[in-house]
């Protein structure tokens, strides 16, 4: 299956909203995205959504991650739809995203929920190795309905890739 991976823009907004959901997700991402503090990536199967990632281009937010890590930027929150997984779209997506990071740093980190140990394999396969055995206490974002927006703690394992500057330096 070809997609197609681009920046999203407002005009995507409602596609995406019927896509995934989580239309206060997306118009904050946008939003971060218009201010240049990220950028929004979508895959799209002719114009239609299938697959989403954003790039936070600035420091993160985890000292712990800041201090350790050396230019870093992160990978977060990428999402196939159900029907597209398992085609190489999340592989494309973290490519396409690992481009865009190259661009401005020389490290990408991404974190994974304890919960969600099927995606080590998945990240590992990608060149991304367990940055330390202990779990980074982070943040994550749940969007409600109502349009709230819940930051709750987090702990994650942190996976780590260097990755080509866009001159050609590692």
């Not at 409602?14 to 904050?28: D, N």
């Not at 240049?36 to 199967?45: C, S, T």
């Not at 230019?71 to 997984?85: F, G, I, K, Q, W």
Request: with cysteine; net charge positive; charged share 30%.
């Amino acid at each position: 299956m070809r997609v197609q991976i681009r920046r999203a823009s407002e005009s995507d907004l409602p596609a995406l909203v019927e896509a995934f959901g989580h239309r206060e997700y997306f118009r904050t991402h946008l939003a971060k995205q218009d201010e240049g503090r990220g950028m929004l990536l979508v895959a799209f199967n002719d114009r239609r959504p299938v697959g989403h990632v954003y790039v936070w281009l600035g420091p993160p937010e985890e000292p712990d991650l800041r201090k350790g890590l050396d230019d870093v930027r992160l990978l977060t929150r990428l999402e196939v739809a159900r029907p597209y997984r398992g085609r190489g779209i999340g592989t494309e997506l973290v490519r396409a995203a690992e481009d865009v990071i190259g661009r401005v740093g020389s490290w990408v980190a991404l974190g994974v929920s304890p919960e969600e140990g099927h995606l080590h394999a998945f990240y590992e396969r990608l060149g991304y190795r367990l940055w330390r055995e202990e779990l980074l206490a982070t943040w994550r974002e749940v969007y409600h309905r109502d349009g709230r927006v819940e930051r709750i703690p987090d702990l994650c394992r942190v996976f780590v890739k260097r990755v080509r500057r866009a001159n050609g330096t590692p």
